[in-house]
């Protein structure tokens, strides 16, 4: 049951987009989007709910296909603050998350 | 505090003891999460509170770990004769839980690194 991301790991030069993809096998009821660096506590991104609601910070933005039970994490204009380790979260209607296999995101100077 | 709060951050322990971890949430959050990182990969869901009660330990991987919550603030996860393969980061998350059936923001403490010799 657990999401699958894809890419396992992706670097940037500072300015470059990123998508970052995440994949289900079982009907959503909703995706979240983590991001932790290392040695960190992950920390909330946005939530993407069925019907096309969201909610998170302003400056990302994501899509959830509700159909396919895909969701795609998009970072524009990357910052050396982007760098961490991005995990999206199944919520399957049953009040907890299961975490992806994560997503290394390197942004370089 | 403002943040959830973990405790120990680090534990070493010999194989066969008994380890506690402290997790002290968000004032008013009602649900409680506990997840177990290994190294290099996403957090895996243990066990879920909605105040005292404890709604889901489907993740617990054996009966040497247990977790309550008896005021339906502060937890504490137990895991009894420690094994080598429970050596992990062990993460702690509340959320106000007010959008059921999702779970809302979760807020993650800096968890609790257990090694097990």
């Known amino acids: 049951q657990q999401p699958v991301q894809s890419p396992q790991a992706v670097i940037l030069r500072e300015g470059e987009d990123a998508v970052i993809n995440c994949s289900s096998s079982?009907?959503?009821?909703?995706v979240h989007w983590y991001r932790q660096k290392h040695g960190e506590a992950p920390v909330f991104l946005m939530i993407?709910?069925?019907?096309?609601e969201q909610k998170g910070h302003e400056k990302i933005s994501a899509s959830f296909n509700e159909k396919k039970q895909q969701s795609s994490l998009y970072l524009t204009a990357s910052q050396l603050s982007y760098s961490g380790t991005y995990f999206c979260?199944?919520?399957?209607?049953?009040?907890?998350?299961?975490f992806g296999t994560g997503t290394r995101l390197t942004i370089i100077p | 505090g403002a943040g959830v709060s973990q405790s120990p951050r680090y534990k070493v322990a010999k194989r066969g003891q008994d380890v506690a971890l402290r997790c002290d949430p968000i004032?008013?959050?009602?649900?409680l999460f506990w997840y177990q990182q290994a190294l290099g990969q996403g957090p895996e869901f243990l066990t879920y509170?909605?105040?005292?009660?404890?709604?889901?330990k489907s993740g617990l991987p054996s009966d040497r770990f247990f977790a309550e919550r008896p005021e339906g603030s502060v937890s504490t996860l137990k895991i009894q004769r420690t094994q080598q393969e429970d050596s992990a980061v062990y993460l702690c998350?509340?959320?106000?839980?007010?959008?059921?059936?999702?779970?809302?923001?979760?807020?993650f403490g800096e968890g609790s690194r257990l090694t097990v010799l």
């Open positions: 998350a509340s959320s106000l839980a007010l959008s059921s059936p999702d779970v809302g923001e979760l807020f």
């Open positions: 509170f909605q105040n005292e009660a404890q709604l889901d």
């Open positions: 979260g199944s919520n399957f209607g049953n009040e907890k998350l299961t």
């Open positions: 993407l709910l069925k019907g096309g």
């Open positions: 004032s008013g959050h009602v649900s």
């Open positions: 079982k009907a959503l009821y909703s």
